[in-house]
């Protein structure tokens, strides 16, 4: 089957901790992205990778990081400099075509 | 830059009711259009899109939508809804220069009642 896996489905940290979400994909997409999802805010880009070893801030870069060394894979941290870390993360890949595929998400609750 | 304006955050409808959401956008440059579908605690799945040609475009689960580019809108519609059609729906748009970037609207909550 092919699709987008993000692991693990809910994380729980305390205030302080780094934490890494995990995003992978067998789509063979060259495109892959972060977003963060909040009630009533739609979704906002965090960071998104054309190539691999390559990769870009979207609007909302300050307090995460991520990195491609793998065209299957996309994992973001989300470091403790991070204000508000506590929200629904989603990953997402694309081909040259037009549509992102989204994985199922993963939500992180930092007390 | 590119924005999207969803004009209702929740629309409730009886089941069997016809349902229109609706969904204007700001550009300067000509973009393509996406209608996502969210079901609670999962990712986001296509609706339907809208890249050129004809101005109304269909997509999965019995549902339309138009392009209108002198209004600047993307309203979604479905002739009759279905209690499974109770989900959160995204309207999208991306600059047809730099397609890979997506800017969501904020979504609206579409609920069906018996």
């Known amino acids: 089957d092919g699709g987008i896996t993000q692991s693990p489905k809910y994380l729980f940290r305390k205030e302080g901790q780094n934490v890494t979400l995990s995003c992978e994909q067998n789509l063979n997409h060259d495109a892959m992205y972060w977003y963060r999802q909040d009630p009533g805010q739609g979704l906002r880009l965090i960071y998104y990778s054309q190539i691999v070893n390559d990769f870009q801030k979207g609007d909302i870069a300050e307090g995460y990081s991520v990195s491609r060394e793998k065209k299957e894979s996309f994992p973001l941290t989300v470091t403790s400099a991070q204000k508000n870390p506590t929200a629904f993360y989603l990953c997402a890949s694309s081909e040259s075509s037009y549509e992102q595929y989204f994985g199922p998400g993963t939500r992180l609750t930092v007390t | 830059a590119q924005s999207v304006t969803q004009l209702d955050s929740q629309v409730p409808v009886f089941e069997e009711a016809p349902v229109e959401l609706r969904c204007n956008y700001s550009?300067?440059?000509?973009?393509?259009l996406f209608w996502y579908v969210q079901y609670p605690n999962q990712g986001l799945q296509l609706l339907l899109k809208y890249l050129s040609g004809s101005t109304l475009v269909k997509g999965i689960n019995g549902f339309e939508a138009e392009f209108n580019k002198s209004q600047t809108s993307f309203h979604l519609r479905k002739p009759s809804v279905h209690i499974s059609d109770t989900a959160e729906y995204f309207c999208?748009?991306?600059?047809?220069?730099?397609?890979?970037?997506?800017?969501f609207g904020q979504g609206t909550r579409l609920t069906i009642n018996p």
């Open positions: 550009s300067s440059v000509s973009v393509y």
């Open positions: 999208a748009v991306s600059d047809k220069r730099v397609s890979q970037k997506l800017v």
